[in-house]
């Protein structure tokens, strides 16, 4: 086994590199800028990009961000989002906003995200893969001349169809107008709709349509309608049993069905049936049939 050592002052030198690295990202050519160039560059783009950060996403139909868009995420051109013009000096005014590959010979004149399945590309309906299409407007097949342009019936996780989909760039203002998250202003390229570790997840387990993060107690609080997350759905169907069987029934019955880190299958199953015998000599004593969990007293 192989260890890696660094000499006084290595491990200072690998944290300031990989902050330059995402403050300049591929703006130095691959060529690292001298401390000057460095310095100056930052004098020139950080406020810029303070000021005028577009934020991506993939939205579906319904108003949920099913996909947040960082900048290691592809583009259907199969470049990476970073590798897009993501830094403008003056935000334009026409919409939708289109952010061109700046590889050179790639003729992606917006970035425009496509799905995957897992870790799996999805497939048109002419049976071809995306990177089989063309980057143009458009996406002609290459590899068939019967496909006219991409379009996967792949549904996404939220339940709509990908080709119902829409890559949106929008403004800061655009999204709070709308409710969505913005996060911290960050001096970082390339950063698109991420503000946090939730932005990472799926848009549909994010508890809120926008991902901003955990719901206020207010949300948490508010009667149950049938649009409720299933999350949501299955505490309240637990903790809304009547005031004698919630102490059973309740919370302490969703902690208590949780495995424990310690616990192998046999020591888990033990313990949920002893919990169940103790739950049926109580109710032995007060008259009373025990629940399972998850259920509603009739």
Known sequence: MERLTLPPGGVAAVDDYLEYRRIVGEDDGGKLFTPEEYEEYKRKVLPMRLQNRLFVSWRSPTGIDCKLVGPETPCFCTHRYKQHKTDFETIPQQRPISLPCRVTGCRCRAY????????????????????????????????????????????????????????????????LAQGKPVGRDVPYAAMGGLTGFSSLAEGYMRLDDSGIGAPSAEFLDSPGTALDHPFLKAFQASSSSSPDTRTDVGTSSQVSSLRRPEEDDMAFFERRYQERIKMEKAAKHTGKVPLPPNTKPT
């Open 112 to 175: 425009s995200y496509v799905p995957l399945n897992g870790a799996q590309p999805v497939r048109c309906r002419c049976k071809h893969f995306a990177d089989q299409h063309s980057a143009s407007p458009g996406f002609a097949c290459t590899a068939c001349s019967k496909c006219s342009g991409f379009h996967s019936c792949f549904t996404c996780a939220c339940g709509q169809p990908a080709y119902a989909h829409d890559t949106v760039v929008e403004t800061k203002q655009e999204r």
